[in-house]
């Protein structure tokens, strides 16, 4: 079974300062990992995801993450946010060569950015 | 990309009724999921729709309360049942990339009073 853990249910943070949204996951299988971002009141976008390859990924918005196979860590960071980044940024993670590609999605984290 | 369109993007429902909620894809997939979110909570699976079987469903979530249609490649139907005050949630409807990645429809706002 897998498991994914945001330590931070909300991170406030300065506009134009850096942010970091930290992911763990438990898998005793590999897995595939992905960020999700919901702005209030509408659905999941994918912010990016790590599938195999560079251990450090970008997506949109200026977001990137880095796997870290050995610290079971896939965290998100910014160097500057905007107050649009504003929202619920979502860690989560599905097996590799499972029979279905359900998501294991973590609890969330709020990231509310101030001016 | 997968564009995923919801019908109805919001309710509110008198408990013990029903709430019929649809979900349309403009290509074919194999499956297709449903999520909830509960207000201020993470989305947790409720069942996996294939085409032409009877839905998978997750611990906790059972089809007398959740059933599930899949008439077809592109379109899937949840009914939540009987419904009561903590059911009021967000639905989603999710489909699976080529590249692995899910898309979400914009989700039901169901309030059950």
């Known amino acids: 079974a897998q498991s994914v853990t945001q330590l931070d249910s909300q991170v406030p943070v300065f506009e134009e300062a850096p942010v970091e949204l930290r992911c763990n996951y438990s898998s005793s299988v590999s897995v595939y990992l992905f960020w999700y971002v919901q702005y209030p009141n509408q659905g999941l976008q994918l912010l990016l995801k790590y599938l195999s390859g560079s251990t450090l990924v970008k997506g949109i918005n200026g977001f990137e993450a880095e796997f870290n196979k050995s610290q079971t860590s896939f965290h998100l960071r910014k160097p500057s946010v905007h107050i649009s980044d504003t929202a619920e940024y979502f860690c989560a993670v599905t097996p590799l060569g499972g029979a279905t590609n359900k998501l294991i999605f973590g609890t969330g984290t709020l990231l509310a950015v101030q001016p | 990309s997968a564009v995923i369109s919801q019908k109805p993007s919001r309710d509110i429902c008198q408990r013990g009724t029903s709430l019929t909620i649809q979900c349309q894809v403009d290509s074919q997939v194999t499956m297709m999921f449903w999520y909830r979110q509960q207000p201020g909570q993470s989305l947790t699976l409720i069942a996996t729709?294939?085409?032409?079987?009877?839905?998978?469903?997750e611990s906790g979530f059972v089809i007398d309360k959740f059933p599930i249609s899949r008439p077809n490649l592109t379109f899937s139907t949840l009914t939540v049942s009987n419904m009561s005050p903590e059911d009021s949630s967000i639905y989603l409807c999710?489909?699976?990339?080529?590249?692995?990645?899910?898309?979400f429809g914009q989700g039901t706002r169901l309030t059950v009073v």
């Open positions: 999710s489909v699976v990339g080529l590249g692995a990645e899910a898309f």
């Open positions: 729709a294939n085409q032409g079987s009877e839905a998978t469903y």
